[in-house]
């Protein structure tokens, strides 16, 4: 009974998660109206690794028995997500619709599915197979209706795949961080992490003044918009997410986090921005998704225990 209670609590927060990274693509597109990539990732993440600081220093003792391929894993799994996907993704927002981007991104389950056959040696059957072909259609065919806007929409639309891929890595590293050490202690760190890694880009760039005072022209809309990124989507979200994911069978997981995502977003886009999407649009999400419910409901047969998986289970064996 505990088990079901359990599960039902994940799904909800599955289903939460996914409208507040559905709204998170309309609403990031208004704020960027008035700060660009860099700053608004670097006050986002800044924000994020303040809230869960306490978290991580209480958890250090248990940071000093973990082994260096863990503590890689949690690096590679912090810049995917606090560095590379948000800069990416943020990019592409300026010339795509929120619509548009959101649903490249959703197509991180494609990558995840390939990227899970080669680190964990996950066997891919004909039927993900074909979700996946299916699911590349619909990309391509929105792709194509942002490429025909000219070169700004290509270099958006090579930035939305950059952050999808980066999101497809996050996704099937943390899946096994998630089960192996408390979920505070891998957000803690990520964010940390990131934060630490978007300061140092800044400097390098000569841009920390930029950033600072990119946050002194806002209103009170773009800071409720700004906080709704660092809170919800950064803190609430990934907590939820993070708390689900081990919760939840992969399939049923990626379907309540991704599908419902564009609709929100498309729901949010036309009360926001007044702007409803294309019938292209419509007909290629319509195609991705299908596709990527295919992959992800397909049968999977168990494998061994990775080397990664292995260590992990040791690291937290070891720390309590």
């Known amino acids: 009974m505990a088990r079901v209670s359990q599960m039902r609590l994940a799904v909800i927060a599955l289903l939460v998660v996914s409208a507040i990274w559905g ?58 997500v606090a560095v590379f996907y948000p ?22 389950p494609i990558l995840a599915a390939f990227l899970a056959f080669l680190f964990y040696r996950e066997r891919l059957t004909r ?11 619909g990309v391509i065919l929105i792709a194509t209706q942002a490429s025909g806007r000219g ?4 270099a958006a639309l090579l930035d939305a795949v950059i952050g999808m891929a980066s999101f497809a890595f996050y996704t099937v590293i943390s899946r096994k961080l998630f ?8 957000l803690g760190i990520t964010s940390v992490l990131g934060a630490i890694v978007l300061w140092c880009i800044a400097f390098v760039q000569g841009k920390v003044s930029v950033v600072v005072q990119s946050y002194a022209h806002f209103s009170l809309a ?13 803190v609430i979200a990934y907590t939820l997410f993070g708390y689900a994911l081990p919760r939840v069978p992969t399939g049923l997981s990626a379907s309540l986090t991704f599908y419902p995502q564009a609709l929100f977003a498309a729901l949010l886009q036309w009360l926001i921005i007044g702007q409803l999407p294309s019938q292209r ?36 064996s070891s720390s309590t």
């Open 23 to 80: 709204a998170h693509a309309v609403i990031g597109a208004n704020v960027e109206r008035v700060i660009a990539p860099l700053p608004l990732t670097v006050g986002r993440f800044t924000v994020t690794a303040l809230c869960f600081l306490p978290s991580t220093y209480h958890a250090r003792k248990r940071f000093r028995q973990m082994s260096m391929r863990t503590w890689l894993t949690l690096a590679a799994a912090g810049l995917s």
């Open 87 to 108: 800069l990416f993704y943020y990019q592409s927002l300026l010339t795509l619709s929120p619509v548009e981007s959101l649903l490249i991104i959703n197509a991180a």
């Open 127 to 137: 039927k993900q197979l074909l979700g996946m072909g299916i699911a590349l259609c």
């Open 151 to 154: 070169h700004a929409s290509l």
């Open 179 to 186: 089960q192996a050490l408390p979920r505070f202690d891998v």
């Open 222 to 234: 773009s800071w409720l918009g700004f906080f709704f990124i660092a809170l919800f989507v950064s």
């Open 281 to 316: 649009t419509f007909l290629g999400g319509g195609i991705l998704l299908i596709g990527t419910f295919l992959l992800q409901n397909a049968k999977r047969k168990a494998g061994a225990e990775s080397p990664l998986e292995e260590t992990l289970r040791k690291d937290r």
